[in-house]
């Protein structure tokens, strides 16, 4: 198994709200995430749109994935969100996470999430710090 492999399988065995949400991922490299996520009932809010949360929480898998997947563990330390339209139950949402900056202690990740007409729902950007003592070891040893 090979790093991005190892740590996409981390993520997703060890982050709740992967399952909570109903999100799948679609394909992961260094510095970038695909995935997607049905909206269901338990996504809506008072208005019966796809919550704000959810969405956020989408983009911020996504955003951890494309982060982490060079190998060293990374956190965020800044993260937002625009919201373009509301998305009803049902919709089918897609996001991509892609690196536009890696140095050697920051990255900076844009996404974008779009509904299944390929129509723009939200824009996210987020910044990542990566910890000198965590690195690919660490997935290494968790998923033996």
Do not use: W
């Amino acid at each position: 198994m090979d790093t991005v492999e190892k740590v996409t399988e981390h993520i997703k065995t060890h982050d709740k709200l992967i399952p909570m949400f109903n999100m799948e991922i679609e394909e992961t490299a260094p510095g970038m995430a695909r995935m997607n996520m049905k909206v269901g009932p338990n996504h809506l809010n008072a208005a019966r749109v796809c919550h704000g949360a959810a969405l956020f929480a989408l983009a911020d898998v996504a955003f951890a994935l494309a982060a982490n997947c060079h190998g060293r563990m990374a956190l965020a330390i800044e993260a937002s969100i625009n919201y373009f339209r509301p998305v009803a139950e049902g919709s089918v949402l897609r996001v991509v996470c892609e690196e536009e900056f890696q140095g050697r202690r920051t990255g900076t990740y844009f996404a974008t999430i779009t509904d299944e007409n390929g129509k723009k729902i939200a824009i996210f950007k987020a910044t990542a710090f990566r910890v000198d003592d965590v690195s690919v070891s660490r997935y290494n040893r968790e998923n033996k």
